[in-house]
């Protein structure tokens, strides 16, 4: 069974199974001064927030090509609009609860297997590795049965 744990200083959802972090959910609530990140150095995206007063000022940079080698495909999606339900699953297909995304949360799926319902019109911007590999990207599978769902341990 999956455990959720929220921090009580900020909206920062982790779902995690057998000791592996499935998911991350930044709730559109959080809020903080400066800067944190959320991920740890090994995971293949990032995911930082900040908070900077006016005038404060980001030196100008480029990136340098730095060698990565990534093993699986890790999507971080915002939700501009609207409402879903993501559904988590085990790296087995087991289904394990079901969360609510609103507008402005931002997910992080790290490990493990996942599914959405739309629950009204949706936008989502979604970032992830590329390029794109077409069906050697991910291995479809059947969703569980609706009346499986579990809204466990996260916000509704």
Avoid: C, W
């Amino acid at each position: 069974m999956p455990s959720t744990d929220t921090p009580s200083h900020a909206l920062i959802e982790r779902v995690q199974h057998e000791g592996r972090e499935l998911a991350l959910v930044v709730r559109h609530s959080f809020r903080k001064d400066g800067i944190e990140f959320f991920t740890p150095g090994s995971y293949s995206q990032q995911i930082g927030y900040m908070n900077r007063p006016t005038g404060y000022v980001i030196e100008p940079h480029v990136h340098n090509p730095v060698p990565r080698e990534v093993h699986y495909t890790n999507e971080v999606l915002f939700i501009r609009s609207g409402r879903l339900r993501v559904d988590f699953y085990s790296d087995r297909k087991e289904y394990l609860e079901s969360a609510i995304l609103e507008a402005g949360d931002l997910i992080l799926l790290a490990h493990g297997g996942h599914g959405f319902e739309m629950l009204e019109p949706t936008e989502i911007i979604e970032v992830k590795q590329g390029p794109y590999a077409g069906d050697q990207d991910k291995t479809r599978f059947e969703p569980t049965l609706p009346d499986r769902i579990k809204l466990k341990g996260m916000r509704r």
